[in-house]
């Protein structure tokens, strides 16, 4: 079935630095990528969809020059959480949906913690 | 404005026994509604996906309904394992985006 890498599963970085999260789809071309946030015991919050090619859809309340969204192929889409403050931290969780009824699979997530 | 309810209380349950979750809607009109499971510090597990047109789906020990009158889908394991404990999600699509229940946390005892 489809398969959707995401790394890392965890990272603890400083605040004032920036993180970047790597997905990729390993069996499938992924047209659309989606970028969600879940704090604890709550709901995955849609924050951008990313076309191949194209700049990313923000969600409202989603600050763009703080989350900044690559997706330059067909296989690779990147979030960089820049200035990381400690409210960034949070389970940051990608999903991809592709060709060949891949339908929507979800990466692993990542588990951000700014200190 | 839209909301997607499920239990925030956890389900406790005896091994053996039938599992029923529920998920309600309001102020959505989704093509389909989909069910996830998700284990701690883990993405979500896609599970089952049913289609407004559709009353009910099935797949192995699982069976989702989907009633669009009452806005509400059924989420249920049949036989629950110890193995299906975990937090279940329900997923409305709606206008090109998927929209998350916070989930409910199965707990199977053995």
């Known amino acids: 079935g489809a398969v959707v890498s995401q790394h890392p599963s965890w990272v603890i970085c400083k605040s004032g630095t920036s993180v970047k999260i790597e997905c990729r789809s390993l069996d499938f071309q992924a047209t659309t990528m989606f970028w969600y946030r879940q704090f604890p015991k709550q709901s995955l919050m849609l924050m951008a969809t990313s076309n191949e090619g194209s700049k990313a859809t923000y969600e409202q309340g989603v600050e763009k020059d703080k989350f900044l969204i690559n997706h330059a192929s067909l296989t690779l889409s990147t979030l960089t959480v820049t200035s990381a403050h400690p409210e960034d931290s949070s389970f940051y969780i990608c999903s991809a949906s592709g060709t060949g009824g891949a339908g929507y699979t979800f990466g692993s997530g990542t588990r951000l913690t700014v200190v | 404005s839209q909301k997607i309810e499920q239990n925030s209380e956890a389900l406790n349950i005896q091994e053996g026994k039938t599992a029923t979750l529920t998920c309600n809607y309001t102020?959505?009109?989704?093509?389909?509604l989909q069910w996830y499971r998700q284990d701690p510090g883990r993405g979500p597990v896609f599970l089952l996906l049913i289609r407004e047109n559709e009353k009910e789906k099935r797949k192995e020990r699982l069976k989702v309904t989907f009633d669009t009158t009452l806005k509400q889908s059924l989420f249920h394991i049949t036989a629950s394992q110890p193995a299906d404990s975990a937090t279940y999600l329900c997923a409305l699509y709606n206008f090109n985006k998927f929209y998350f229940g916070s989930g409910t946390k199965l707990n199977v005892k053995p």
């Open positions: 102020n959505y009109s989704p093509a389909y």
